[in-house]
């Protein structure tokens, strides 16, 4: 590998939309471990170490570094691996690039996911500090900073023994730099200018860049969301793989994007505004899991024609007794072509297999709603 290159490794078919993953302070590729592996199956994901970490060389930053810096070494990467516009996730510093990236080269952006990060990091202080220690005690200072990486990067009782070592054997020099990075990093004024599509994970007990951080910078960007993650600290995709999985996934794979759309189609504009005007925080993840999982991706599916879904819903909802969600799926089988005959039909066929009792409610149901759509015609 050349020394002008950060230091990287490609998984997944070289045919698929590529996805780039970087790294936070300290870590290396490793960080995505249990992540990167799945993401594959669908991208073309490339992890890249930050300068003196993993095996990318110090020498690529030095003193006075900033993340626009790394931001062009990231470019420089994805044009030596012949990437023109990429998907983009990274976690903390990396996440910190991502921003850089879409505020500044929107053309290469295609998706953004930044975890665990800030659009500033609690001001310059800390860092010019931790540079200065880096600096003047080498790798003894940065042995006395892996001692309690653990706490900065773990819920209590957690480790990944993998990343505590990588902290350990990062290059002084290039650590330093880095926290340069994140001591001038400040893009605030830059968030409303980002036009990728911008998703924001938490970790619902970060010290380093609490979910007050990721919800700055979801307020600011157009169309951003935000997703909180329990039981994860700073380096979530290590803690809670199988939960950054799936928002990665429902974020570049557009299910929740083409549900809400989907959704809309069958059930109509009325009743999803409703339903998302009477959103809580309680409720706000059960929201996202029927856009992304029962409208972004069986809805979606192909196989079966959305008459048919239509059919065999109301077949299902007519077996479980459950009326009210009937009613709706009466008026999306319309949308969705169904003749009142074919849903008298449907009903019918219900009575055999469902019951008579069964049926009976779901015709009354069922006479309501379409005395209600002849009345508004």
Known sequence: ????????????????????????????????????????????????????????????IGPGATVADLGALVLGLADALGVERFAYAGVSLGGAVGLWLAAHHPERVSSLAVLCSSAHFNGAKPWRERAELVRREGRQGLAG??????????TPGFTVPELVEDHRRADPEAYAACCDALAAFDIREELAGITAPTLLVAGRQDPATPPAHLREIADAVPGATLTEIAGASH??????????????????????????????????????DRAQSRQTPFTARFQDFISRYAWGEIWTDPTLSRRERSMITLTALIAHGHYDELSMHIRA???????????????????VYCGVPAANSAFAAAQRVLAEEEGQD
């Open 145 to 154: 900073l892996a001692e309690t990486a653990d706490s900065r990067w773990f």
């Open 235 to 272: 380096l979530a995709p290590a803690e809670r793989p199988e939960a950054v999985l799936a928002a990665l996934r429902g974020h570049f794979d557009g299910y929740a994007r083409r549900g809400m759309e989907v959704r809309r189609q069958v059930l109509g504009d009325a009743h999803v």
């Open 333 to 351: 089988a319309r949308r969705n072509g169904l003749t009142p005959e074919d849903i008298a039909a449907v009903l019918l066929q219900s009575a």
């Open 1 to 60: 590998m050349t020394d002008k290159l950060l230091d990287h490794r490609a998984e997944g078919p070289t045919s698929a939309p590529p996805l780039l993953l970087g790294p936070s302070l300290g870590t290396s590729t490793r960080l995505w471990d249990k992540v990167a592996p799945e993401l594959s199956i669908t991208h073309r994901v490339v992890r890249w170490d930050l300068p003196g970490h993993g095996d990318s060389s110090a020498g690529l």
